[in-house]
């Protein structure tokens, strides 16, 4: 099972985000990607200094009309990750609608990319655009704990908190909901809840990720990426995609942080680029280790 991806997001000239950690695992699993850079910047922002282009709204949506003009605009699914300003996100809605105007069926992953750790790193405002227009129109959303919360206004300190998220973003729209990590002593729980049935209680699942003591870029991204393409594979089994996810990316986490300690650097000083070309075959064929 497998389909056509219109993933917009950043891209950096070196290193792993956005777009440059997505497509190449989304292509490893069979997907044909058609990326839009929302940025294109010559490296992360965790670096001291970097420089590049923003892409503004219009322009996304010259794009967008450049595709429909050719008859080029069917897409199976959207994903959408970082994105920098309220009115791009307006214009991002748009996308939303042109694209279930051709296929009613699109399935929009979102990403709500606000911020990590307690620390907003968008403008404040696009919170409330996130919560009351786009939640509602995405299919599956994947927040981490600090996105979550600004999302559902409720704090979430533990495993229940992070099942009634779930269901309070259910309420709103996305039957499928992954809060990719909770921060609960020393350990990340990862929380997936998938709503069949509008009159019935989501199926829920947690998995326990052991917390590996270093901040790595990109694994959000990376994350979102893989869950959409095995939910895609399993649509009935979110427990089961997710575990695939999850097994991928520790591998990957694994050995970025091998590199790192081997090459004698103190991975605990600063953030790592991950490892995505040489973890591709833990992506193409993970080892189920995480239930
Ligand atoms: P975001 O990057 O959006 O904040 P998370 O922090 O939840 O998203 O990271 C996404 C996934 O990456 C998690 O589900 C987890 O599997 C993995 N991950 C990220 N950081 C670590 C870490 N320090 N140790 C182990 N796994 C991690
Ligand atoms: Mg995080
Ligand atoms: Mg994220």
């Known amino acids: 099972n497998t389909g056509r991806v219109l993933s917009i997001q950043s891209h950096t000239v070196q290193g792993y985000v956005g777009n440059k950690s997505a497509v190449f695992p989304l292509q490893l699993l069979g997907y044909d990607v058609d990326p839009i850079n929302s940025v294109q910047f010559s490296n992360h922002t965790g670096y001291p200094t970097f420089k590049g282009q923003v892409l503004n709204g219009q322009q996304l949506l010259d794009l967008i009309e450049g595709l429909e003009a050719n008859n080029l605009l069917y897409y199976t699914h959207l994903l959408t990750g970082y994105i ?14 042109k694209l ?76 499928k909901v992954v809060i990719t990590s909770i921060n609960i002593d020393g350990n990340l729980l990862l929380i997936g809840s998938h709503q069949k049935d509008k009159k019935q209680a989501p199926e829920q699942f947690k998995i326990v990720i052991p917390r590996i003591p270093a901040y790595f870029t990109g694994t959000g991204d990376l994350m979102t990426a893989l869950l959409l393409g095995w939910s895609n594979k399993y649509p009935d089994n979110l427990d089961k995609a997710a575990e695939l996810a999850v097994s991928s990316l520790q591998a990957l986490l694994q050995r970025t942080l091998n590199a790192y300690t081997s090459a004698g650097f103190d991975s605990k000083s600063s953030s790592l680029e991950i490892r995505l070309i040489q973890s591709q075959d833990d992506i193409r064929q993970p080892k189920l280790t995480f239930k």
């Open 100 to 175: 279930r105007s051709i296929n009613p069926n699109l399935t929009y992953v979102c990403d709500p990319v606000m911020g990590d750790e307690g620390k907003l790193y968008v403008p404040e405002d696009l919170v409330s655009v996130y919560r009351e227009k786009v939640v509602p129109v995405a299919s599956m959303l994947t927040p981490n704990q600090f996105e979550a919360e600004l999302l559902t206004k409720l704090r979430i300190g533990s495993e229940t908190d992070g099942r009634k998220a779930c269901k309070i973003l259910h309420a709103a729209g996305p039957s």
């Open 84 to 97: 920098g300003s309220v009115s791009f996100l307006k214009s991002v809605l748009e996308v939303v609608d």
